[in-house]
């Protein structure tokens, strides 16, 4: 337990990062309907089940053009 207080101040940063990033990609993925690849089945599941690096995979491969 003390190890998970001490590494805390660096987690805290992180895990609202990770789900303000979750968060902006799954409404994205809501309201557009062009992808790039897939369609919005596929990219819901991405974002939100592979943590940090799903919503980077989104931005990056998935968001199609306005």
Request: no cysteine; charged share 15%; net charge negative.
């Amino acid at each position: 337990m003390q190890e998970f207080i001490e590494y805390l101040p660096f987690l805290i940063p992180l895990i609202i990062l990770e789900l303000a990033l979750a968060i902006v990609a799954l409404i994205h993925v809501l309201r557009h309907p062009n992808y790039r690849f897939g369609n919005k089945v596929l990219w819901i599941p991405v974002v939100l089940l592979i943590q940090i690096i799903g919503p980077i995979v989104y931005f990056v491969f998935g968001r199609g053009d306005e």
